[in-house]
């Protein structure tokens, strides 16, 4: 129900970068039980794998912390199943088989958080399901969009 009658709820878009990237790469497999109908996505330097990016990202800490309790950092997802199916459960990875909305991905070159084989991993998967994908890279930018002429696009 559209309770502000300022909202297109037809037409109902949602974006994140880094943390809120996940949130998005997340959302798109689990929008199907939501209230909430999003047409289109947009993702920039999001994680697609929990596990790839646990071993490619320049800052550990964010792994250990988004997914155990602070009584549990310092466990490894090869340490034992129970910790590995851990990681999995929270990788938009495992959901990809629910995507089913179109989605804008921007990726930058330089981002050593998160690397562009996340922005491009979730580009594959979008193209081999059919569904419509826009794929922006920055070669020169890190985790952060700071060139002026790279924040407007056509």
Known sequence: MNTYLFVDSLNLFSAGGSYRGYMINWIKGHNDNSEIKFKTLAVHDGAFSVISKFYSTDELWFQKSEFFPPAKIGYNPFDNKKIR???????????????????????????????????????TSLKLKGIYIKLSYFPQENHWVLKAENQIQK
Request: no cysteine.
């Open 85 to 123: 199916e851990g990681f999995d459960k929270n990788s938009p990875e495992e959901f990809v088989k629910n995507w089913k909305i179109s989605r804008i991905i921007m990726h930058d070159g330089r981002d050593y958080r998160v690397l562009l084989t996340e922005g491009l991993s979730s580009f």
